[in-house]
């Protein structure tokens, strides 16, 4: 039987942080915070030069809706990632890659907003981006990940898109 991997199997680690922007509308006299601070951790691998997985934590944020004369209500989600890789290699250490996976998030609702269900969610969705990965040396690379989330919110569905830089190790 053929393996789909050259050898060995390759494996790495990461954390990025970046910038979220919810699209979850606001209702009318609402204000929001549409972006806020998401961080991630991974680890993963290749099976060969072009096709890989990873799985991770990753935070999406938490944005403030605000209304005058309320506290306002906090919107966050956060969880498991799993992402499939597939990527073209064009020098040492370098790759241009898309991923498509899978996400189990916690959201969540704060009460004080007329208009926002409140509340917490536990559910699968879909996932998907595109990175570059550049080469530091052998085994250290920067990498910037842009990714959207698609988040079940309490009463809705909505998405989160992501801008990420970090770093990562790879085992060679």
Known sequence: MQMPWQGQFWGHFGASIGAGEIGLDAPPGVN??????????YGGGRFNNAIGGEIGWVD??????????????????????????????FANN??????????????????GIAGLDAGSHRR???????????????????RL???????RFPGERDNIDTVMLGVQYNFR
């Open 60 to 89: 999406l944020g938490t944005y403030n809706y605000t209304a005058p004369g309320t506290p306002g209500a906090d919107v966050s989600a956060e969880g498991l990632d799993l992402a499939l890789i597939a990527g073209v290699p």
């Open 124 to 142: 699968w969705g879909m996932r998907y981006g595109a990175g570059v990965q550049m080469g530091l040396a052998q085994n250290w690379a920067v």
């Open 94 to 111: 370098w790759n241009i890659f898309g991923k498509f996976g899978a996400a189990y998030l916690r959201s969540a609702v704060g009460t």
């Open 145 to 151: 990940d842009l990714d959207r989330y698609r988040v």
């Open 32 to 41: 929001r915070d549409r972006r806020d601070t998401v961080w991630r951790v």
